[in-house]
DNA sequence: AAGCATATCCGCAGGACTTGCTAGTTCGCA
DNA sequence: TGCGAACTAGCAAGTCCTGCGGATATGCTT
């Protein structure tokens, strides 16, 4: 995702407009791996602002989304998150503590894969399931 | 998926019993390789059972999950999608057309993954978005 | 074959997550 | 500064799934 300024100027130039509320959601986005849910974006922006609206922040989201600032990802059931890091990356999740973290995979086109005969791919996506550094600590 | 007459036995062992609704949801998804939802099993039950209840339909799949005969995947937000084949195996979706296939992928085991430093992964799932076979003839 | 304890069935209410809708407000260009 | 379009907030509704409770069926027993 590109900087808040940056992304002023290209709501702008799609005739989006720039309101507090979606800068505001700029400034926690940017930089941040962790891999916030709507939720979790909510709380924490309305902290700084009190009286933002839930559905403000998925508006924002779907936005930032649809201008490929933004990844959408999905584990399982439960909520959707949203990953800032747009790079080709695949995701670690920690079943214990429920921490996502980023993971670089090579060599993922070299696969031997049987059964996708016919079948055109536009992307892969890879998901570990397990138990972080400090989980797997028993 | 074990055949219907051994989850006959295996429901027995465990207690539960085994009724009409469930012999029929075995057969339904016995060697089935469509990766149905509750929905559209529900509906295949429903034209040969009218009357079956939607909620015995999720308490079935539920119980087939627990006893390790099934697997739940989901892709993206949407309804889950029930799989029989348990084997280690990976998933083709089509964005078209929504089919889902088994895939299976050699050697994912030896991929070069960057930043899963002390992360003790349990499991890895690979989903390959594209056009089916079907499909990809435009 | 009949009885009994218990698991199951069904339908509805409710929960989690997300999106649609509307009135009133704010933004941004002229 | 002013105007029209876009945005915000709040609530209603939609999707998918699970909890609850009374009536019923299953499977063991006698």
Redesign the pocket.
Known sequence: MRSPAQLVDAF?AQ????????QLLFRLLHDNDRHP???TLYAQATSEMP??????V???L?DLTAMGELDQVTFG????HFDPNVADHHHAVCDVCGAITDVYVDGADQLAIDGLAGFRPDSASIVFHGSCASCART
Do not use: E, N
Not at 15 to 22: A, D, F, I, N, Y
């Open positions: 702008r005739g989006l407009k720039v309101t507090p509320q979606r849910t709507a939720d009286g933002i609206s839930l559905r403000t998925y508006q924002t779907t059931s439960g909520p959707a």
